[in-house]
């Protein structure tokens, strides 16, 4: 993570704290610092159309704060923490996931600017023997520890803080899934104690940090599929046409958990040639309505997406379409 967006995160986690404390019940908006591109040059970044409040229903949720057209880029966020997967591990960046043409055996970066911002969490991971939890992993088909072992360098190295995930909501958890992230806790650990990394380096590093990381993972990660193409022809599709062989990784954000989930969603999240997500608007959304993105594969029948929204994501989806039956 670079500087600023650790910067960033804590201008982010502050309010939103005090509302949690003090608004607990109320609808009460705030807003938030995240900017979107602007194209022209000398011109100062636009605040994104969209503000965070809290719901009675929902919890939070992400609103529009004026009318945004279909097809509009909302805003694009950088990720807290990401990393390829497995497949993926030699031909695309280390760092952003963007594909690169060359497959090598060893890891690489697509540029100088992704290997610098590497550096700090790469220089940690570096020295350590990965082996025993790379193959605990592989053999288990576990993805979300990939993510964990990367935030524990980047919070060894100094470049995040073992906190900038607590603002996210954390999955709800059984006895077994918490025995299996013991064991993965206690790999997770002996690879790092095997090496000359500080012990104040990894004071953070416990049972229930990582339990309470990997918790906040399981529902806030996003699969990252590169659509690749024009930008232009993304436009106007409802999804995003992607096939399973174009995820790359897997990233977590900041603004983009924010958002509730629809099966016929205003909104959509969009990779384009990295792992930078863009929030775009599938139709016209009007000021005060909430922004929703589909966790799912919205092309499922009503029973299999109930299914997998209660069992991935703990809650019983009461969108228009699943009221309606579709
Ligand atoms: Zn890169
Ligand atoms: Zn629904």
Redesign the pocket.
């Known amino acids: 993570m670079s500087s600023a967006m650790c910067l960033r995160l804590r201008r982010w986690v502050s309010p939103f704290k005090k509302l949690q404390l003090h608004h607990n019940n109320l609808l009460h908006p705030f807003s938030y610092y995240t900017t979107i591109e602007n194209n022209k040059p000398n011109q100062q970044p636009l605040p994104p159309p969209i503000q965070v409040s809290l719901t009675e229903s929902t919890g939070r949720g992400v609103f529009a704060t004026r009318r945004i057209g279909v097809g509009d880029l909302i805003h694009t966020a950088k990720p807290l923490v990401s990393h390829p997967t497995y497949s993926s591990l030699h031909n695309v ?6 594909k690169l043409s060359n497959k090598a055996q060893t890891i690489q ?3 100088n ?2 290997r610098e911002q590497a550096k700090d969490f790469y220089s940690v991971e570096e020295r350590v023997d990965w082996s025993a939890y790379d193959e605990y992993c592989r053999k288990q088909g576990l993805k979300y520890p990939l993510l964990v072992k990367r935030l524990a360098c980047m919070v060894a190295s100094g470049a995040a803080s073992a906190e900038c995930l607590d603002i996210l909501q954390p999955a709800r958890l059984s006895t077994e899934m918490i025995l299996k992230m013991e064991n993965e806790f206690s790999l997770l650990k002996s690879c790092l104690m095997n090496t000359d990394v500080k012990d104040e380096e990894m004071a953070f590093l416990t049972k229930q940090w990582y339990i309470g990381v990997l918790a906040r993972i399981r529902i806030n990660s996003f699969r990252v599929e590169l659509a690749g193409g024009l930008y232009e022809d993304l436009f106007l599709s409802a999804v995003a046409s992607v096939d399973a062989e174009a995820s790359v990784g897997n990233a977590v954000y900041m603004l983009p958990s924010f958002y509730n989930h629809d099966c016929d969603p205003n909104i959509h999240i969009v990779w384009i040639e ?1 792992v930078n997500a863009r929030l775009k608007a599938l139709r016209d959304i009007e000021q005060g309505e909430e922004l929703r993105i589909c966790y799912i594969d919205a092309s499922l029948d009503q029973n299999a997406r109930q299914t997998i929204l209660f069992e991935g994501f703990g809650f019983r989806c009461s969108c228009s379409r699943c009221v309606y039956g579709d």
């Open positions: 960046c280390y760092f952003c996931l963007k970066f697509c540029s600017e992704c990295n």
